[in-house]
């Protein structure tokens, strides 16, 4: 397997010994990130009931920007007269952008997906839509992305081997020709942006090899691993982790897509991965949902009326600092959009800070200890599939 050359934006600081966690530095024109690391989605140029100065004070290093839905709004073309998305939101830090792909998957009977690209029903007025990796890539260039994610067709859960195959081999075209069209525009760019392919072949092992050696031939400056996280069971995606992680290449970031709870993260972390999104803490927070080392805490309840105490005792985020269970649960049963602020806010800081953990953990040659610990103080207060079961 070939694999061309890039910029060399990430670098290796240290290895555990005991399994394949690593930390590592990615620095791009806007910011340093320190990896292993979690980026908060901001879907539409935001991220969920949080504004920028608080995602600052939390110290993000880098959000997500969706393509699918700012092409449909505001448009690709006005976010870049306006200066890119950087300048139109307002955040100095890296961004991150997906592919679309996921999005249009997710449509389901709205979208037909062909060779040329795929053609789809904006779900916000029925309009006839239509989006190419070469689309997807003049989308992302003209949102200036950070780092560009190549256009893919995310692969359903369950598929057959045929079916995985056919999607699989259908990425691997449309990262050849994301790759063509990216390193075309970057020929124009202000600030250099940085591309990373897609794996897909389900949860089926050989695929999944199959599909990394494809993209190895195009040349990425990252890999993610997509279609995961999409129905299939929990130990089926950390065994397809485990797998295809310590394949792909050992000097550029491993990203798993759309990845996940608490668990999910050390998980993954101990399996190589060093890249991971998900929109589950403020999705969660805006249900009164908040994560804890010892489990989910549903604030709503009525056992937390009378209750003094913080989120999360051994939360340090200025919300765990000021703010009551009382309080918030307070806020929650009267609307008031100051808990979805508040819960949002802690759960943020929680996964940012749990990544802290875990890079210091790993830097110090305690990976393997702090995980022992985490995972189960965490998983006590979770059923088997890894889900909440009650609060703690």
């Known amino acids: 397997m070939s694999e061309q050359s890039s910029a060399p934006f990430f670098e290796i600081l240290t290895s555990d010994p005991a399994s ?29 009931a949080l504004t920028q ?16 839905h700012l092409f449909l709004r505001p448009g690709h073309e006005l976010v870049a007269e306006l200066g890119g998305l950087h300048q139109f939101i307002s955040w100095p830090r890296s961004i991150l952008t997906d592919s679309g792909g996921f999005q249009v998957f997710s449509l389901g009977e709205l979208r037909k997906i062909k060779e040329e690209g795929v053609e789809f029903r904006s779900h916000l007025d029925g309009s006839k839509k239509f989006i190419s990796p070469e689309i997807s890539m003049q989308i992302q260039h003209a949102l200036g992305s950070d780092i560009v994610m190549a256009f893919d067709e995310c692969t ?6 045929t079916e995985a195959r056919k999607s699989l081999e259908l990425t691997a075209r449309w990262a050849q020709r994301s790759r063509a069209e990216f390193d075309r525009l970057k020929t124009s760019d202000v600030t250099p942006a940085f591309l990373f392919g897609i794996i897909q072949g389900s949860v089926y092992h050989d695929l999944r090899q199959q599909s990394l050696e494809q993209l190895l031939e195009v040349g990425f400056e990252g890999y993610a691993i997509g279609g ?14 485990e797998f295809i992680a310590p394949l792909m290449p050992v000097g550029k970031p491993r990203y798993l897509m759309g990845v996940g709870t608490p668990a999910d993260l050390v998980e993954s972390v101990a399996r190589g991965v060093d890249m991971f999104d998900c929109v589950m803490p403020t999705r969660n927070a805006r249900n009164g949902q908040v994560f804890t080392a010892r489990g989910k805490l549903n604030v709503r309840n009525a056992k937390y009326a009378k209750d003094t105490n913080p989120l999360d005792a051994e939360c340090r985020c200025a919300v765990c600092h000021r703010y009551s269970r009382a309080y918030i649960r307070h806020l929650y049963l009267n609307d008031e959009i100051l808990a979805s602020i508040l819960c949002s806010y802690h759960n943020i800081a929680f996964y940012l800070d749990l990544m802290r953990q875990i890079r210091q953990a790993i830097a110090l040659g305690e990976f393997t200890t702090f995980r022992t610990g985490f995972l189960s103080q965490y998983k006590s207060a979770t059923n088997p599939n890894g889900n909440f079961a009650s609060d703690p």
């Open 20 to 48: 394949q966690a690593r930390t590592g530095r990615i620095v791009t024109a806007h910011s340093v990130i320190e990896t292993p690391v979690f980026m908060p989605v901001g879907t539409r140029g935001t991220v969920k």
């Open 53 to 68: 100065e608080m995602l600052e004070a939390l110290d993000a290093r880098i959000i997500l920007g969706n393509t699918y």
């Open 156 to 161: 359903p859960y369950p598929a057959t081997p």
């Open 228 to 241: 995961l996280s999409v129905g299939e069971e929990k130990q089926m995606m950390y065994d397809t982790t």
